[in-house]
């Protein structure tokens, strides 16, 4: 019998139906804690963290530091930013994973099937020819082969690459 190891997920899943007090998207962003929170690159007005709880490996999201739910709040450096770092996301997740296509959407609303209502933010799912096997058609099990702090590393040394050739 094989195992499948994620212990990441237990947090998750002991938290189902668990509402939240904090946004965990404005205390992420709040915090001093990159590293231990995920946090990949903080722009102006939003920010890119990897997904604790991520449909495949690299699932990124994207969010704006100001707490709204609705994206015609958002201001026009909010909305240009937001579409900015998600193009910022796609480039370094094609550079260290190669994958064939992406899903970027915006859930407005729980109804809409936003996890967290309540603050705005866009996923970025990597995506591969093939990626729904057995597990997740008749397990309802996603495998995810690499640690998330792994994952953020390799982003970071991409992202450092990146930085430097913009510079010269």
């Given amino acids: 019998m094989e195992r499948l190891w994620a212990p990441w997920r237990m947090e998750y899943i002991e938290n189902i139906g668990k509402e939240e007090n904090a946004c965990i998207f404005c205390a992420k962003s709040e915090e001093n804690s990159d590293e231990k929170n ?70 407005l609303g729980r109804s809409a099937g936003a996890g967290i209502a309540d603050h705005l933010h866009l996923h970025i799912v990597p995506r591969w020819h093939g990626d729904t096997n057995f597990m997740s058609v008749c397990g309802d099990v ?21 930085k430097k050739q913009d510079a010269k």
């Fill in 38 to 107: 995920l946090v990949l690159y903080r722009g102006k007005s939003v920010f890119i963290l990897l997904n604790t709880f991520p449909y495949t490996n690299g699932h990124l999201l994207v969010a704006p530091y100001r707490h709204t739910a609705d994206i015609t709040e958002l201001n026009q450096d909010e909305s240009c930013e937001l579409i900015e770092l998600a193009s910022l996301g796609v480039k370094l997740l094609k550079a260290i994973m190669q994958p064939d296509g992406f899903n970027i959407g915006i859930n």
């Fill in 142 to 162: 996603k495998i995810i082969p690499e640690a998330l702090s792994e994952t953020l590393k390799k982003l970071q040394k991409v992202l450092e690459t990146e």
